[in-house]
């Protein structure tokens, strides 16, 4: 992501209602895990903004951030931040009881080494917390201006994290409800940025208790506008290799 969207990601991040709302995701299923002791990571960390939430369900948060902007950001806002790549994670294998990686696989060019790696450093039954954006339909400048290499559905996503040796035990999609309203807004609207910008405060809480609304709503297996996941190490699993992971994705036939 380039420096111009950190930027606008660390000035948006406490307000806006997509952040706020998918902390509120982030949130639920962090009260749903146990906290080891262990540390959780948060990879591609952008400015740090679910590092507090992570430290507030007990967790010892460390943040994983490649850009010099984003590491000195997380910085100065007094969290640990290691400067590191998601297909390189600075860590030994089965080291990490938890990983989040919100909205990160989108801008990797290897997506399956990424995936790889963060299931070689979470320990034996250490979980995956995890978001992408959802559907090559909703392509747009959006994704340009973001640096994404693609989007996902859900077979795909499920594909790629059981080929790395993860168990998916939940898979939802995320912004159904408001899915109709953004995929107009890109195919007539801007040609050129991102969608995130400040709204109106009404007009900022109106889309927040909208996407909120979902978790009353049995929506997730609609299209959206993001995928979730939750998925394991299992206990007994080992690393998987290359040469086992092109064997079980020989029925995968790619984007």
Not at 187 to 212: C, F, Q, Y
């Amino acid at each position: 992501m380039h420096d111009e969207e950190i930027r606008k990601v660390a000035e948006l991040e406490a307000t806006h209602w997509w952040y706020r709302a998918r902390r509120a995701v982030l949130t639920r299923q962090l009260s749903a895990l146990t906290p080891d002791g262990g540390p959780a990571i948060d990879v591609g960390s952008c400015a740090g903004g679910h590092l507090p939430l992570l430290h507030r369900h007990g967790w010892r948060p460390l943040a994983v951030e490649y850009s010099d902007l984003g590491v000195r950001l997380i910085h100065e806002q007094g969290w640990p931040v290691l400067r590191g790549d998601i297909r390189r994670l600075p860590f030994a294998d089965g080291t990490v009881s938890l990983a989040v990686a919100m909205d990160v696989l989108e801008h990797i060019d290897d997506d399956r080494l990424a995936l790889r790696e963060l299931f070689r450093v979470l320990r034996p039954g250490g979980t995956l917390l995890m978001s992408v954006p959802q559907d090559m339909r909703l392509w747009s400048a959006h994704d340009v201006a973001l640096s994404h290499f693609r989007r996902y559905d859900r077979a795909e996503l499920r594909v790629l994290l059981e080929a790395a040796g993860f168990a998916v035990e939940r898979l939802w999609s995320w912004n159904v409800l408001l899915r109709p309203v953004a995929a107009l807004r890109r195919r007539h609207g801007s040609k050129g940025g991102t969608d995130m910008e400040r709204m109106p405060w009404l007009v900022n809480t109106g889309l927040r208790a909208i996407a909120g609304a979902e978790r009353l709503l049995p929506v997730g297996r609609l299209p959206g506008l993001s995928l979730m996941l939750r998925a394991q190490r299992p206990p007994t699993a080992s690393v998987v290799t290359p040469a086992a992971q092109r064997s079980r994705q020989r029925t995968y036939t790619g984007r």
